[in-house]
Nanobody, 114 residues
């Protein structure tokens, strides 16, 4: 069974920063499109950012200018650097790997206090 393991969530004050990490199996990480999604209470899961194996990135409007997605291919690790966090960024953040099939991580909670 494929496991994506997220870490790095936590409680932060508005204006603060967090960096999320997601470790994936090597055979997945090398070819799949990796991404971060989030789900706030009572809302649908939504895209935050994606990155291809070649490094092409895509961001949701809400993430542009504040969040940066990146990958360390040597460590099979996906990152999401989040800055200038706001209470509306509070959500469970999920790592996703997609190609012919889709895999999700278990999620990591990010809470931003005002």
């Amino acid at each position: 069974q494929v496991q994506l393991v997220e870490s790095g969530g936590g409680l932060v004050q508005a204006g603060g920063s967090l960096r999320l990490s997601c470790v994936a199996p090597r055979n997945i990480f090398g070819v799949y499109i990796m991404g971060w999604y989030r789900q706030a209470p009572g809302k649908q899961r939504e895209l935050v950012a994606t990155i291809t194996s070649g490094g092409l990135t895509n961001y949701a409007d809400s993430a542009k200018g504040r969040f940066t997605i990146s990958r360390d291919n040597a460590k099979n690790t996906l990152f999401l650097q989040m800055s200038t966090l706001q209470p509306e960024d509070t959500a469970v953040y999920y790592c996703k790997a997609r190609l012919y099939v889709t895999y999700w991580g278990q999620g990591t909670q990010v809470t931003v206090s005002s």
